[in-house]
Protein backbone atom coordinates (compact mmCIF):
# COMPACT_ATOMS: atom_id res chain seq x y z
CA UNK A 1 0.00 0.00 0.00
CA UNK A 2 3.12 2.06 0.84
CA UNK A 3 4.72 1.30 -2.16
CA UNK A 4 1.90 2.56 -4.29
CA UNK A 5 1.56 5.64 -2.52
CA UNK A 6 5.16 6.46 -3.01
CA UNK A 7 4.75 5.38 -7.12
CA UNK A 8 1.72 7.92 -6.79
CA UNK A 9 3.62 10.96 -5.24
CA UNK A 10 7.27 9.88 -7.79
CA UNK A 11 4.30 10.74 -11.04
CA UNK A 12 2.87 13.25 -10.26
CA UNK A 13 2.05 15.82 -13.23
CA UNK A 14 3.80 13.54 -15.17
CA UNK A 15 2.78 12.09 -19.21
CA UNK A 16 -0.58 10.42 -18.37
CA UNK A 17 1.69 6.72 -19.51
CA UNK A 18 3.51 7.06 -16.51
CA UNK A 19 0.57 5.74 -15.00
CA UNK A 20 1.75 2.04 -16.24
CA UNK A 21 4.06 2.10 -13.80
CA UNK A 22 1.27 1.00 -11.47
CA UNK A 23 0.21 -1.90 -12.84
CA UNK A 24 0.88 -5.43 -9.97
CA UNK A 25 -0.39 -6.22 -6.91
CA UNK A 26 -0.41 -4.14 -3.43
CA UNK A 27 -1.62 -5.44 -0.14
CA UNK A 28 -4.00 -3.18 1.70
CA UNK A 29 -5.34 -3.84 5.56
CA UNK A 30 -8.17 -5.85 4.57
CA UNK A 31 -7.60 -6.65 0.90
CA UNK A 32 -5.36 -7.11 -1.94
CA UNK A 33 -5.32 -4.68 -4.63
CA UNK A 34 -4.26 -5.81 -7.86
CA UNK A 35 -3.98 -3.25 -10.95
CA UNK A 36 -4.47 -5.06 -13.94
CA UNK A 37 -4.35 -2.67 -16.77
CA UNK A 38 -3.91 0.47 -17.21
CA UNK A 39 -5.57 2.66 -20.05
CA UNK A 40 -3.68 4.56 -22.36
CA UNK A 41 -5.06 8.15 -21.48
CA UNK A 42 -8.05 9.97 -19.98
CA UNK A 43 -10.60 9.51 -22.75
CA UNK A 44 -10.01 5.49 -23.46
CA UNK A 45 -11.60 2.76 -21.86
CA UNK A 46 -11.12 3.21 -18.09
CA UNK A 47 -8.27 0.95 -15.91
CA UNK A 48 -9.01 -2.42 -15.30
CA UNK A 49 -8.61 -3.41 -11.23
CA UNK A 50 -9.37 -6.09 -9.23
CA UNK A 51 -9.84 -6.88 -5.13
CA UNK A 52 -8.93 -9.88 -3.84
CA UNK A 53 -10.33 -10.83 0.01
CA UNK A 54 -9.78 -13.95 1.89
CA UNK A 55 -12.50 -15.95 3.24
CA UNK A 56 -11.45 -14.98 7.29
CA UNK A 57 -12.25 -11.43 6.24
CA UNK A 58 -15.22 -11.35 4.10
CA UNK A 59 -17.02 -13.62 6.76
CA UNK A 60 -19.65 -15.04 4.07
CA UNK A 61 -20.96 -18.35 5.21
CA UNK A 62 -19.98 -21.45 2.89
CA UNK A 63 -23.64 -22.49 2.90
CA UNK A 64 -24.47 -19.05 0.91
CA UNK A 65 -22.40 -20.81 -2.24
CA UNK A 66 -22.54 -24.22 -1.87
CA UNK A 67 -24.74 -24.66 -4.72
CA UNK A 68 -24.59 -22.73 -8.44
CA UNK A 69 -27.77 -20.83 -8.08
CA UNK A 70 -26.76 -19.45 -4.91
CA UNK A 71 -23.46 -18.94 -5.81
CA UNK A 72 -24.97 -17.24 -8.70
CA UNK A 73 -27.53 -15.19 -6.65
CA UNK A 74 -24.32 -14.43 -3.79
CA UNK A 75 -22.01 -13.10 -6.45
CA UNK A 76 -25.01 -10.74 -7.83
CA UNK A 77 -26.21 -9.33 -4.51
CA UNK A 78 -22.26 -8.63 -3.96
CA UNK A 79 -21.91 -6.51 -7.20
CA UNK A 80 -24.80 -4.67 -6.73
CA UNK A 81 -24.08 -3.91 -3.49
CA UNK A 82 -20.31 -2.53 -4.61
CA UNK A 83 -22.41 -0.78 -7.77
CA UNK A 84 -24.15 0.61 -4.13
CA UNK A 85 -21.44 1.55 -2.20
CA UNK A 86 -19.57 3.54 -5.41
CA UNK A 87 -22.67 5.72 -5.60
CA UNK A 88 -22.16 6.49 -2.23
CA UNK A 89 -18.34 6.97 -1.48
CA UNK A 90 -16.70 7.60 -4.90
CA UNK A 91 -16.98 11.52 -6.01
CA UNK A 92 -16.86 10.60 -9.68
CA UNK A 93 -15.64 12.48 -12.58
CA UNK A 94 -13.01 14.92 -11.75
CA UNK A 95 -10.36 15.84 -14.45
CA UNK A 96 -10.41 15.20 -18.39
CA UNK A 97 -12.35 12.54 -19.76
CA UNK A 98 -13.93 9.71 -17.65
CA UNK A 99 -10.96 10.67 -14.61
CA UNK A 100 -12.71 9.54 -11.63
CA UNK A 101 -15.03 7.17 -12.53
CA UNK A 102 -15.60 3.71 -10.83
CA UNK A 103 -17.52 0.98 -12.13
CA UNK A 104 -18.65 -2.52 -11.82
CA UNK A 105 -20.55 -4.10 -14.53
CA UNK A 106 -24.18 -5.04 -12.61
CA UNK A 107 -27.49 -6.20 -14.34
CA UNK A 108 -30.13 -4.69 -14.31
CA UNK A 109 -33.73 -6.01 -12.73
CA UNK A 110 -32.21 -9.73 -14.12
CA UNK A 111 -30.10 -11.97 -12.05
CA UNK A 112 -27.35 -13.39 -14.56
CA UNK A 113 -23.93 -15.17 -14.24
CA UNK A 114 -21.54 -12.98 -14.78
CA UNK A 115 -17.21 -12.47 -14.13
CA UNK A 116 -18.01 -9.05 -12.17
CA UNK A 117 -17.79 -10.98 -8.69
CA UNK A 118 -16.32 -14.09 -7.69
CA UNK A 119 -16.80 -16.50 -5.16
CA UNK A 120 -14.89 -20.19 -4.36
CA UNK A 121 -13.51 -21.77 -1.10
CA UNK A 122 -10.21 -19.33 -1.46
CA UNK A 123 -11.38 -16.05 -1.67
CA UNK A 124 -13.86 -13.27 -2.51
CA UNK A 125 -12.61 -11.33 -5.73
CA UNK A 126 -14.13 -8.07 -7.53
CA UNK A 127 -13.91 -6.17 -10.74
CA UNK A 128 -14.07 -2.67 -11.41
CA UNK A 129 -13.11 -0.15 -13.78
CA UNK A 130 -11.11 2.68 -11.91
CA UNK A 131 -10.45 5.81 -14.25
CA UNK A 132 -7.17 7.20 -13.52
CA UNK A 133 -7.45 10.78 -12.86
CA UNK A 134 -6.11 13.03 -15.38
CA UNK A 135 -5.70 16.37 -16.57
CA UNK A 136 -5.46 17.06 -20.12
CA UNK A 137 -2.19 14.29 -20.41
CA UNK A 138 -0.97 15.08 -17.24
CA UNK A 139 -1.49 12.25 -14.09
CA UNK A 140 -3.42 14.36 -11.20
CA UNK A 141 -1.47 12.17 -8.03
CA UNK A 142 -3.33 13.55 -5.24
CA UNK A 143 -6.80 12.92 -7.01
CA UNK A 144 -5.67 9.33 -7.50
CA UNK A 145 -4.91 8.68 -4.24
CA UNK A 146 -7.89 9.81 -2.86
CA UNK A 147 -9.33 7.06 -5.36
CA UNK A 148 -7.07 4.79 -4.02
CA UNK A 149 -6.79 5.00 -0.30
CA UNK A 150 -9.46 6.49 0.66
CA UNK A 151 -12.99 5.74 -1.69
CA UNK A 152 -12.37 2.19 -2.72
CA UNK A 153 -11.05 1.24 1.03
CA UNK A 154 -14.65 2.45 2.03
CA UNK A 155 -16.20 0.93 -1.00
CA UNK A 156 -14.84 -2.49 -0.23
CA UNK A 157 -15.47 -2.61 3.45
CA UNK A 158 -19.28 -1.29 3.19
CA UNK A 159 -20.22 -3.95 0.87
CA UNK A 160 -17.50 -6.78 0.58
CA UNK A 161 -16.45 -7.33 4.25
CA UNK A 162 -19.54 -9.61 5.84
CA UNK A 163 -17.98 -9.88 9.11
CA UNK A 164 -19.36 -6.26 10.12
CA UNK A 165 -22.58 -6.47 8.75
CA UNK A 166 -25.70 -8.23 9.10
CA UNK A 167 -26.43 -11.34 6.56
CA UNK A 168 -30.40 -10.88 6.56
CA UNK A 169 -30.38 -9.38 3.39
CA UNK A 170 -27.94 -11.50 1.58
CA UNK A 171 -29.86 -14.20 2.70
CA UNK A 172 -33.29 -12.62 1.43
CA UNK A 173 -31.48 -12.02 -1.93
CA UNK A 174 -30.32 -15.61 -2.13
CA UNK A 175 -33.28 -17.97 -1.11
CA UNK A 176 -36.00 -15.48 -3.37
CA UNK A 177 -33.80 -16.41 -6.33
CA UNK A 178 -33.41 -19.96 -5.43
CA UNK A 179 -37.42 -20.12 -4.76
CA UNK A 180 -37.69 -18.27 -8.50
CA UNK A 181 -35.38 -21.12 -9.78
CA UNK A 182 -36.96 -24.07 -8.32
CA UNK A 183 -40.66 -22.82 -9.28
CA UNK A 184 -39.38 -22.52 -13.15
CA UNK A 185 -37.78 -26.63 -12.43
CA UNK A 186 -41.24 -27.36 -11.21
CA UNK A 187 -43.08 -26.44 -14.50
CA UNK A 188 -42.56 -29.64 -16.62
CA UNK A 189 -43.83 -31.45 -13.46
CA UNK A 190 -46.83 -29.15 -13.43
CA UNK A 191 -47.28 -29.39 -17.03
CA UNK A 192 -47.52 -25.58 -17.76
CA UNK A 193 -44.68 -23.27 -19.48
CA UNK A 194 -45.37 -20.44 -17.58
CA UNK A 195 -46.54 -19.19 -14.29
CA UNK A 196 -47.27 -16.02 -12.90
CA UNK A 197 -47.91 -15.62 -9.41
CA UNK A 198 -50.84 -13.64 -7.34
CA UNK A 199 -49.79 -9.90 -6.73
CA UNK A 200 -47.08 -9.63 -8.62
CA UNK A 201 -46.53 -5.85 -10.71
CA UNK A 202 -45.91 -6.85 -14.33
CA UNK A 203 -45.66 -3.18 -15.89
CA UNK A 204 -42.25 -1.17 -16.48
CA UNK A 205 -42.00 2.42 -15.19
CA UNK A 206 -41.36 2.80 -18.93
CA UNK A 207 -39.81 1.53 -22.86
CA UNK A 208 -36.63 2.41 -21.51
CA UNK A 209 -36.57 1.69 -17.55
CA UNK A 210 -37.35 -1.46 -16.53
CA UNK A 211 -38.19 -0.76 -12.78
CA UNK A 212 -41.78 -1.59 -11.84
CA UNK A 213 -44.44 0.57 -11.97
CA UNK A 214 -45.42 2.27 -8.86
CA UNK A 215 -49.07 2.03 -8.64
CA UNK A 216 -49.47 -0.90 -11.01
CA UNK A 217 -52.34 -3.45 -10.42
CA UNK A 218 -51.20 -6.38 -8.85
CA UNK A 219 -51.85 -9.87 -11.17
CA UNK A 220 -54.57 -11.94 -9.35
CA UNK A 221 -55.01 -15.55 -11.53
CA UNK A 222 -58.69 -16.25 -12.77
CA UNK A 223 -60.40 -19.39 -10.50
CA UNK A 224 -60.24 -21.80 -13.78
CA UNK A 225 -56.32 -21.11 -14.18
CA UNK A 226 -55.32 -20.84 -10.33
CA UNK A 227 -52.01 -23.43 -9.32
CA UNK A 228 -50.49 -23.90 -5.72
CA UNK A 229 -46.86 -24.22 -5.46
CA UNK A 230 -44.43 -25.21 -2.44
CA UNK A 231 -41.30 -23.18 -2.47
CA UNK A 232 -38.19 -24.22 0.02
CA UNK A 233 -38.23 -20.26 1.61
CA UNK A 234 -41.43 -18.44 0.85
CA UNK A 235 -43.62 -21.61 1.21
CA UNK A 236 -47.47 -21.86 -0.34
CA UNK A 237 -47.72 -19.57 -3.61
CA UNK A 238 -50.92 -19.56 -5.69
CA UNK A 239 -50.83 -17.75 -9.11
CA UNK A 240 -52.06 -18.57 -12.95
CA UNK A 241 -50.32 -21.78 -14.53
CA UNK A 242 -50.27 -21.43 -18.41
CA UNK A 243 -51.04 -24.73 -19.40
CA UNK A 244 -48.89 -26.60 -22.14
CA UNK A 245 -50.46 -26.07 -25.65
CA UNK A 246 -51.52 -23.41 -27.48
CA UNK A 247 -52.70 -20.78 -25.25
CA UNK A 248 -54.30 -17.28 -26.95
CA UNK A 249 -53.70 -13.69 -24.95
CA UNK A 250 -56.63 -11.76 -26.03
CA UNK A 251 -58.25 -8.22 -24.79
CA UNK A 252 -59.12 -4.73 -26.17
CA UNK A 253 -55.85 -2.53 -26.91
CA UNK A 254 -54.28 -1.06 -23.39
CA UNK A 255 -55.46 -3.64 -21.37
CA UNK A 256 -52.26 -5.61 -20.47
CA UNK A 257 -51.74 -8.60 -23.15
CA UNK A 258 -48.60 -7.23 -25.03
CA UNK A 259 -47.70 -6.17 -20.74
CA UNK A 260 -48.47 -9.98 -19.67
CA UNK A 261 -46.10 -11.49 -22.65
CA UNK A 262 -43.48 -9.53 -21.95
CA UNK A 263 -43.38 -10.47 -18.30
CA UNK A 264 -43.49 -14.03 -19.54
CA UNK A 265 -40.40 -13.56 -22.25
CA UNK A 266 -38.54 -12.31 -19.30
CA UNK A 267 -39.55 -15.15 -16.90
CA UNK A 268 -36.58 -17.28 -18.45
CA UNK A 269 -34.69 -15.30 -15.88
CA UNK A 270 -34.76 -15.06 -12.10
CA UNK A 271 -35.57 -11.31 -10.44
CA UNK A 272 -34.10 -9.53 -8.23
CA UNK A 273 -36.54 -8.73 -4.64
CA UNK A 274 -38.64 -5.99 -5.25
CA UNK A 275 -39.02 -6.21 -9.30
CA UNK A 276 -42.74 -7.49 -9.26
CA UNK A 277 -42.08 -10.88 -11.22
CA UNK A 278 -39.93 -12.30 -8.98
CA UNK A 279 -42.51 -15.24 -9.86
CA UNK A 280 -43.24 -15.27 -13.04
CA UNK A 281 -41.12 -18.50 -14.29
CA UNK A 282 -41.01 -19.23 -18.11
CA UNK A 283 -39.65 -22.71 -19.23
CA UNK A 284 -36.01 -21.76 -19.80
CA UNK A 285 -35.77 -22.96 -23.43
CA UNK A 286 -39.17 -20.49 -24.39
CA UNK A 287 -38.01 -18.17 -27.26
CA UNK A 288 -39.56 -14.72 -28.47
CA UNK A 289 -40.38 -14.53 -32.20
CA UNK A 290 -41.55 -11.88 -34.14
CA UNK A 291 -40.78 -10.67 -37.93
CA UNK A 292 -37.35 -9.15 -38.77
CA UNK A 293 -37.30 -7.21 -42.02
CA UNK A 294 -33.95 -7.53 -43.77
CA UNK A 295 -32.27 -9.62 -41.48
CA UNK A 296 -29.87 -12.29 -42.91
CA UNK A 297 -30.75 -15.96 -43.14
CA UNK A 298 -28.20 -18.48 -43.74
CA UNK A 299 -28.78 -21.90 -45.06
CA UNK A 300 -32.62 -22.33 -43.30
CA UNK A 301 -35.04 -25.02 -44.24
CA UNK A 302 -38.02 -22.64 -44.57
CA UNK A 303 -40.08 -25.16 -46.25
CA UNK A 304 -42.62 -26.42 -43.53
CA UNK A 305 -44.02 -22.54 -43.88
CA UNK A 306 -42.97 -21.39 -47.63
CA UNK A 307 -42.67 -23.93 -50.02
CA UNK A 308 -41.07 -22.07 -52.98
CA UNK A 309 -40.26 -18.45 -54.46
CA UNK A 310 -40.85 -17.12 -57.07
CA UNK A 311 -38.45 -18.10 -60.01
CA UNK A 312 -38.47 -21.45 -58.61
CA UNK A 313 -36.12 -20.27 -56.02
CA UNK A 314 -35.60 -23.48 -53.43
CA UNK A 315 -36.86 -22.91 -49.32
CA UNK A 316 -35.04 -26.09 -48.05
CA UNK A 317 -31.59 -24.16 -47.43
CA UNK A 318 -32.65 -20.80 -47.76
CA UNK A 319 -30.24 -17.95 -48.02
CA UNK A 320 -30.65 -14.10 -48.06
CA UNK A 321 -29.25 -10.67 -46.54
CA UNK A 322 -32.51 -8.51 -46.92
CA UNK A 323 -35.35 -10.85 -45.60
CA UNK A 324 -38.97 -10.00 -45.64
CA UNK A 325 -41.33 -9.99 -42.52
CA UNK A 326 -42.97 -13.86 -43.25
CA UNK A 327 -39.64 -15.43 -44.50
CA UNK A 328 -37.80 -13.69 -41.35
CA UNK A 329 -40.72 -15.30 -38.77
CA UNK A 330 -40.12 -18.50 -40.69
CA UNK A 331 -36.65 -18.56 -40.11
CA UNK A 332 -37.13 -17.53 -36.17
CA UNK A 333 -39.45 -20.48 -36.08
CA UNK A 334 -37.03 -22.98 -37.34
CA UNK A 335 -34.43 -21.37 -35.76
CA UNK A 336 -35.47 -21.72 -32.39
CA UNK A 337 -36.51 -25.59 -32.77
CA UNK A 338 -32.89 -26.22 -33.60
CA UNK A 339 -32.02 -24.86 -30.46
CA UNK A 340 -34.88 -27.55 -28.97
CA UNK A 341 -37.12 -24.43 -27.65
CA UNK A 342 -40.09 -25.99 -26.04
CA UNK A 343 -42.37 -22.61 -26.05
CA UNK A 344 -43.15 -19.95 -28.90
CA UNK A 345 -44.15 -16.63 -27.64
CA UNK A 346 -45.48 -14.67 -30.28
CA UNK A 347 -47.33 -10.46 -30.47
CA UNK A 348 -49.56 -10.55 -33.35
CA UNK A 349 -48.10 -6.76 -33.07
CA UNK A 350 -44.46 -7.74 -34.37
CA UNK A 351 -45.54 -10.02 -36.79
CA UNK A 352 -45.95 -10.76 -40.02
CA UNK A 353 -49.81 -10.65 -41.15
CA UNK A 354 -49.60 -13.20 -44.19
CA UNK A 355 -47.15 -15.21 -42.00
CA UNK A 356 -50.29 -15.75 -39.16
CA UNK A 357 -53.13 -16.44 -41.07
CA UNK A 358 -54.83 -16.28 -44.39
CA UNK A 359 -58.63 -15.71 -44.06
CA UNK A 360 -61.34 -17.79 -46.22
CA UNK A 361 -62.72 -14.61 -48.52
CA UNK A 362 -58.36 -14.00 -49.28
CA UNK A 363 -58.07 -17.59 -49.85
CA UNK A 364 -61.25 -17.60 -52.20
CA UNK A 365 -59.75 -14.71 -54.30
CA UNK A 366 -55.81 -16.15 -54.39
CA UNK A 367 -56.02 -19.76 -54.51
CA UNK A 368 -53.54 -22.13 -52.26
CA UNK A 369 -52.12 -23.41 -55.52
CA UNK A 370 -50.95 -19.64 -55.77
CA UNK A 371 -50.02 -19.05 -52.65
CA UNK A 372 -46.38 -20.34 -51.49
CA UNK A 373 -47.05 -19.42 -47.96
CA UNK A 374 -48.38 -21.63 -45.47
CA UNK A 375 -49.51 -19.49 -42.36
CA UNK A 376 -48.68 -20.49 -38.71
CA UNK A 377 -52.43 -21.01 -38.19
CA UNK A 378 -52.52 -24.28 -40.20
CA UNK A 379 -49.03 -25.43 -38.91
CA UNK A 380 -49.31 -24.11 -34.45
CA UNK A 381 -51.32 -27.62 -33.38
CA UNK A 382 -48.91 -29.87 -35.48
CA UNK A 383 -45.77 -27.89 -33.32
CA UNK A 384 -47.71 -28.91 -30.27
CA UNK A 385 -48.88 -32.62 -30.98
CA UNK A 386 -46.17 -34.00 -33.16
CA UNK A 387 -43.17 -31.74 -31.72
CA UNK A 388 -44.04 -31.11 -28.46
CA UNK A 389 -44.24 -27.49 -28.92
CA UNK A 390 -46.23 -24.95 -27.39
CA UNK A 391 -47.21 -21.90 -28.11
CA UNK A 392 -48.67 -18.41 -25.89
CA UNK A 393 -49.61 -16.06 -28.93
CA UNK A 394 -51.07 -12.25 -28.27
CA UNK A 395 -53.95 -11.61 -30.52
CA UNK A 396 -56.29 -8.56 -30.73
CA UNK A 397 -57.83 -8.81 -34.16
CA UNK A 398 -57.48 -12.66 -35.78
CA UNK A 399 -60.20 -14.83 -34.21
CA UNK A 400 -59.05 -17.98 -36.49
CA UNK A 401 -56.76 -18.92 -33.63
CA UNK A 402 -59.77 -19.29 -31.76
CA UNK A 403 -60.49 -22.54 -33.21
CA UNK A 404 -56.89 -24.04 -32.58
CA UNK A 405 -56.30 -23.04 -28.85
CA UNK A 406 -56.69 -25.09 -25.78
CA UNK A 407 -56.67 -22.19 -23.61
CA UNK A 408 -58.06 -18.69 -24.32
CA UNK A 409 -57.37 -15.88 -21.65
CA UNK A 410 -58.70 -12.47 -21.48
CA UNK A 411 -56.69 -9.21 -20.09
CA UNK A 412 -59.65 -6.86 -19.40
CA UNK A 413 -58.45 -3.60 -17.48
CA UNK A 414 -54.98 -5.49 -16.28
CA UNK A 415 -56.62 -8.31 -14.62
CA UNK A 416 -56.81 -11.74 -16.82
CA UNK A 417 -59.94 -14.00 -17.12
CA UNK A 418 -60.69 -17.37 -18.61
CA UNK A 419 -62.78 -17.35 -21.39
CA UNK A 420 -62.26 -20.58 -23.17
CA UNK A 421 -65.54 -21.87 -23.14
CA UNK A 422 -66.88 -18.54 -24.90
CA UNK A 423 -63.88 -18.39 -27.32
CA UNK A 424 -64.56 -22.13 -28.39
CA UNK A 425 -68.19 -21.88 -28.74
CA UNK A 426 -67.83 -19.04 -31.27
CA UNK A 427 -64.55 -20.02 -32.86
CA UNK A 428 -66.04 -22.71 -35.75
CA UNK A 429 -64.60 -25.54 -37.26
CA UNK A 430 -60.84 -26.01 -37.52
CA UNK A 431 -58.58 -25.30 -40.18
CA UNK A 432 -58.64 -28.80 -42.54
CA UNK A 433 -55.52 -31.01 -42.16
CA UNK A 434 -53.27 -31.47 -45.41
CA UNK A 435 -50.32 -33.06 -46.02
CA UNK A 436 -47.47 -30.54 -45.83
CA UNK A 437 -43.47 -30.45 -45.66
CA UNK A 438 -42.53 -32.18 -42.10
CA UNK A 439 -40.59 -29.82 -40.03
CA UNK A 440 -36.75 -31.62 -39.58
CA UNK A 441 -34.13 -30.34 -37.74
CA UNK A 442 -31.09 -29.31 -39.65
CA UNK A 443 -28.17 -31.05 -37.11
CA UNK A 444 -25.49 -30.61 -40.09
CA UNK A 445 -26.18 -27.02 -41.12
CA UNK A 446 -22.65 -25.32 -40.57
CA UNK A 447 -21.66 -21.87 -40.63
CA UNK A 448 -18.65 -19.52 -41.35
CA UNK A 449 -17.87 -18.09 -38.09
CA UNK A 450 -14.61 -16.30 -39.27
CA UNK A 451 -13.70 -13.10 -37.59
CA UNK A 452 -11.51 -10.82 -39.55
CA UNK A 453 -10.03 -7.37 -39.11
CA UNK A 454 -11.21 -4.16 -40.08
CA UNK A 455 -8.81 -2.49 -42.30
CA UNK A 456 -5.62 -0.65 -41.20
CA UNK A 457 -6.36 -3.33 -37.48
CA UNK A 458 -3.76 -5.80 -36.70
CA UNK A 459 -6.14 -7.84 -34.54
CA UNK A 460 -10.14 -7.94 -35.02
CA UNK A 461 -11.97 -6.91 -32.03
CA UNK A 462 -15.22 -7.76 -30.64
CA UNK A 463 -17.05 -4.63 -29.63
CA UNK A 464 -20.47 -4.12 -28.29
CA UNK A 465 -21.73 -0.38 -29.35
CA UNK A 466 -25.62 -0.44 -27.95
CA UNK A 467 -26.79 -3.16 -25.81
CA UNK A 468 -27.88 -5.66 -29.01
CA UNK A 469 -25.41 -4.34 -31.75
CA UNK A 470 -22.18 -6.57 -32.04
CA UNK A 471 -19.11 -5.65 -33.82
CA UNK A 472 -17.71 -9.13 -34.38
CA UNK A 473 -14.63 -7.70 -36.57
CA UNK A 474 -15.61 -6.28 -39.52
CA UNK A 475 -19.40 -7.38 -39.32
CA UNK A 476 -22.17 -5.42 -37.45
CA UNK A 477 -24.23 -7.57 -36.33
CA UNK A 478 -27.88 -6.80 -35.51
CA UNK A 479 -29.39 -8.35 -32.67
CA UNK A 480 -31.96 -5.47 -32.19
CA UNK A 481 -35.06 -7.84 -32.16
CA UNK A 482 -33.83 -10.72 -30.55
CA UNK A 483 -36.01 -9.44 -27.80
CA UNK A 484 -34.78 -11.86 -24.76
CA UNK A 485 -31.12 -10.67 -25.01
CA UNK A 486 -31.14 -8.15 -21.88
CA UNK A 487 -27.23 -7.05 -20.94
CA UNK A 488 -24.40 -5.90 -23.28
CA UNK A 489 -22.16 -8.25 -21.32
CA UNK A 490 -24.32 -11.30 -22.94
CA UNK A 491 -24.32 -9.53 -25.93
CA UNK A 492 -20.28 -9.21 -26.22
CA UNK A 493 -20.20 -12.72 -24.19
CA UNK A 494 -21.74 -14.19 -27.63
CA UNK A 495 -19.19 -12.56 -29.56
CA UNK A 496 -16.59 -13.81 -27.79
CA UNK A 497 -18.45 -17.52 -28.05
CA UNK A 498 -18.67 -17.42 -32.01
CA UNK A 499 -14.64 -16.41 -32.22
CA UNK A 500 -13.65 -19.38 -29.41
CA UNK A 501 -15.97 -21.69 -31.87
CA UNK A 502 -14.47 -20.61 -34.88
CA UNK A 503 -10.70 -20.88 -33.38
CA UNK A 504 -11.39 -24.32 -31.88
CA UNK A 505 -14.01 -26.10 -33.68
CA UNK A 506 -13.98 -24.44 -37.27
CA UNK A 507 -14.72 -27.51 -39.00
CA UNK A 508 -18.17 -27.89 -36.40
CA UNK A 509 -18.11 -31.56 -37.34
CA UNK A 510 -21.14 -31.90 -35.11
CA UNK A 511 -23.76 -28.92 -36.66
CA UNK A 512 -23.16 -25.24 -35.63
CA UNK A 513 -26.26 -25.84 -33.01
CA UNK A 514 -24.47 -29.12 -31.24
CA UNK A 515 -20.58 -27.37 -31.48
CA UNK A 516 -22.30 -24.23 -29.85
CA UNK A 517 -23.96 -26.35 -27.01
CA UNK A 518 -20.72 -27.92 -26.35
CA UNK A 519 -19.00 -24.41 -25.88
CA UNK A 520 -21.44 -23.19 -23.55
CA UNK A 521 -21.62 -26.02 -21.51
CA UNK A 522 -17.61 -25.74 -20.92
CA UNK A 523 -18.29 -22.12 -19.94
CA UNK A 524 -20.62 -23.09 -17.43
CA UNK A 525 -18.42 -25.27 -15.97
CA UNK A 526 -15.25 -23.31 -16.14
CA UNK A 527 -17.05 -19.91 -16.09
CA UNK A 528 -16.82 -17.28 -18.53
CA UNK A 529 -12.88 -15.94 -18.03
CA UNK A 530 -12.27 -19.27 -20.51
CA UNK A 531 -13.58 -16.57 -23.37
CA UNK A 532 -10.71 -13.71 -22.68
CA UNK A 533 -7.31 -13.50 -22.96
CA UNK A 534 -7.38 -10.93 -19.94
CA UNK A 535 -8.63 -10.68 -16.61
CA UNK A 536 -11.91 -8.38 -17.09
CA UNK A 537 -15.68 -8.38 -15.55
CA UNK A 538 -17.69 -6.98 -17.72
CA UNK A 539 -19.51 -10.52 -19.02
CA UNK A 540 -22.74 -12.27 -18.86
CA UNK A 541 -23.94 -15.45 -19.42
CA UNK A 542 -26.33 -15.72 -22.53
CA UNK A 543 -28.32 -18.58 -23.60
CA UNK A 544 -28.04 -20.78 -26.56
CA UNK A 545 -30.69 -19.58 -28.60
CA UNK A 546 -29.06 -16.38 -28.51
CA UNK A 547 -25.41 -17.33 -29.46
CA UNK A 548 -26.92 -19.26 -32.11
CA UNK A 549 -29.39 -15.96 -33.25
CA UNK A 550 -25.82 -14.39 -33.82
CA UNK A 551 -24.31 -16.75 -35.80
CA UNK A 552 -27.49 -17.26 -38.28
CA UNK A 553 -27.45 -13.32 -38.90
CA UNK A 554 -24.00 -13.34 -40.08
CA UNK A 555 -23.08 -12.24 -43.67
CA UNK A 556 -22.10 -16.41 -44.31
CA UNK A 557 -19.46 -15.30 -46.82
CA UNK A 558 -16.86 -18.01 -47.61
Known amino acids: MENLRSLLHSIDDKGYKAYKQLQGTYHFNLFQLTIDHVQGDPFAQPSRISVQISKEQHGIPPLFWNQRIRQTALEDFLGRAVHAAIKKHVKGRRGTGRSGEMEIAVNGQQVLRRNAVLLDDDQLEARLLFALPGSGRSILAGEAAEMFFNELPQVVESSLIWTRNSLAGMQQHIEQIEDQNILRSQLKQLKGVAFVADGSVLPRYSGIDDHPLQGGVPFKAPE ?4 NVTLPHQGPVSGMLIPE ?15 LLQALERGIYNHIPGDGRELVATCAEAVKIRAEDHRTINQVDISPFISTLPGNRATNSFS ?12 NIIEALECDCTCLLIDEDTSATN ?10 LVPDSQEPITPLLFRVRELYEKKGISSIIVTGGSGDYLAVADRVIMMDNYQPFDVTTKA ?8 AAETRIPFQK ?7 LAIKPLPRQREAKIQVREQRLLEYGRERIDLSQVEQLVDRGQTEAIGRILSWCHQHHPEQKSGLQATLRQILEQVEQQGLDLLLPWKAGHLALPRLYEIAAAANRLRNKP
Not at 320 to 331: I, L
Not at 355 to 364: E, G, N, P, S, T
Open 224 to 227: ELKC
Open 245 to 259: GITLIVGGGFHGKST
Open 320 to 331: TANASGSTSQAA
Open 355 to 364: FMIRDQRMRK
Open 424 to 431: HQLAGSKP
Open 442 to 448: DHQRRLN
